[in-house]
């Protein structure tokens, strides 16, 4: 038989303990539950033992995923919020990389000098053919397609979609005096300059039919209908496209010049 007095200074040491036990545990539990869901730095991600995966993107905040719950931004203050898997927001983490060209694209535009050269002279001329304008100077690799159409998709459609073009004069209404007719097209343009006067390559690609159409304008007439002392001439716009910069050899967004049919009065 116990004694009485041990059995209740027994139970007095067991509810002692209990905190201290209960404590310990907690931060077992803790602990265990960062392990579960191991950070990793840059885009990859890995498995740890419990089949939690995470991931970080470049500096940003960690993004990780639990075995059963949802993808959490694990702050520094753990009050985290909800976001989008990795797989979900690569699309657009895509959009934030540079494309630049490969060595081999840059000496592809070092031996089209002369044909440059060329170009830019019979431009200055307005008489630079049809061939000359749509010459490609850089050929670009399937992959580089790949990120240029993820990042800059919205320049490219096809002919199908493309609205009609007016007729002659057909832009102004009856009751209007059409005084400089004009001649409308789309065209798949590739060679033009930019605002400050950079030759660039408009990206294209005909084999998928992904291709930027860019409204061009011709003067239908030299002399002004109508009005006297008046000439139709080609005035330059700007239009926003997705090209290739041979000054800084990476495809980006700029505004390229293309010409439109004005009035202008002679002195």
Not at 123 to 146: D, E, M
Not at 149 to 171: C, K, M, Q, W
Not at 217 to 245: D, K, M, N, P
Request: proline letters at 3%; charged letters at 20%.
């Amino acid at each position: 038989m116990v004694p009485h007095h041990f059995t209740v200074g027994l139970c007095l040491h067991v509810l002692m303990l209990l905190p201290y036990h209960s404590v310990l545990a907690g931060y077992k539990t803790t602990s265990y539950g960062m392990q579960g869901g191991s950070m990793t730095y840059g885009t990859s991600g890995r498995i740890s033992s419990s089949g939690s995966t995470s991931s970080r993107i470049g500096g940003g905040s960690m993004v990780a995923r639990y075995t059963g719950l949802q993808h959490r931004d694990l702050l520094d203050d753990d009050n985290g919020h909800y976001v989008c898997s990795l797989q979900d927001c690569m699309p657009y983490i895509r959009m934030e990389v540079t494309i630049e060209l490969s060595i081999q694209q840059k000496l592809e535009v070092q031996r089209k000098r002369r044909f440059i050269r060329k170009w830019r002279g019979d431009n200055k001329l307005y008489r630079a053919s049809a061939k000359i304008r749509h010459t490609p100077i850089v050929t670009l690799t399937p992959a580089q397609q790949s990120q240029i159409l993820s990042r800059f998709g919205n320049y490219f459609t096809s002919g199908e979609d493309l609205p009609p073009i007016t007729h002659v004069g057909a832009r102004e209404k009856r009751s209007a005096v059409s005084i400089c007719p004009r001649v409308e097209q789309w065209d798949a343009l590739v060679l033009g300059l930019t605002n400050d006067d950079e030759l660039v390559q408009v990206v294209q690609f005909p084999d998928t039919g992904d291709t930027q159409w860019i409204l061009d304008e011709r003067c239908a007439q030299t002399e002004c209908s109508f009005v006297s002392h008046c000439g139709c001439t080609a005035h330059t716009r700007l239009v926003r496209a997705a090209v290739i910069s041979f000054d800084q050899s990476v495809v980006a967004e700029k505004y390229i010049k293309v010409y439109c049919c004005v009035a202008k009065f002679l002195s």
